[in-house]
């Protein structure tokens, strides 16, 4: 599998709050949340980054979805938390399909272990993470989208010369 490396820039984000039920249903903590955000159109200039991200928070064990606000955004009432943003180790797999993101982080975890120059940076708050990548309209269409997942890695501290 070849990897694409990518920088991420600090932001202010609003977070669902952790849901150890998962609950993605309209009434649900994720699907409320995800009601609150997809009322939200942000500026041309900033629709073209993924804006939200969804992750399993370890301290709290429980699924967890930022969405990434720009000034003037309403935070609907939610927490607001800094993202202080780094590099991240991305892969695409259809959604859902659980069995081949295993497979493929499987196979990151491998990359990164095996790397000169990488190490994987998970800590609170800055784990591997997923944004659906297809627009709303290609999935109904196609009847599915493609999930990015972002895994959190930073430089190795090389050793020094002398």
């Known amino acids: 599998m070849d990897f694409r490396i990518i920088s991420l820039p600090p932001f202010t984000a609003v977070t ?33 980054m993924p804006r939200d991200f969804l ?12 969405w990434a606000l720009e000034e003037g955004m309403p935070d609907g009432g939610y927490e607001r938390v800094p993202f202080d943003g780094g590099f991240y180790l991305t892969y695409c797999y259809w959604d859902h399909d659980e069995a081949e993101n295993r497979r493929l982080y499987g196979e ?10 990488l190490e994987l940076d998970e800590r609170p708050g800055h784990y591997a993470m997923g944004h659906i990548i297809t627009p709303p309209e290609i999935i109904q269409a196609q009847g599915g989208g493609v999930m990015e997942a972002f895994v959190p ?9 002398s």
Not at 17 to 44: E, M, T, W
Not at 55 to 66: G, I, P, V
């Open 16 to 48: 669902s709050g952790p849901d150890p039920a998962s609950d993605f249903s309209p009434q649900g903590v994720l699907g409320r949340f995800n009601g609150y955000f997809s009322r939200i159109k942000p500026s041309p200039r900033d629709s073209f």
């Open 55 to 66: 992750f399993f928070n370890r301290e709290k064990q429980a699924l967890e979805w930022w």
């Open 108 to 117: 990151a975890m491998e990359y990164i272990a095996k790397s000169e120059f």
């Open 153 to 161: 890695v930073k430089l190795k501290a090389l050793p020094q010369e």
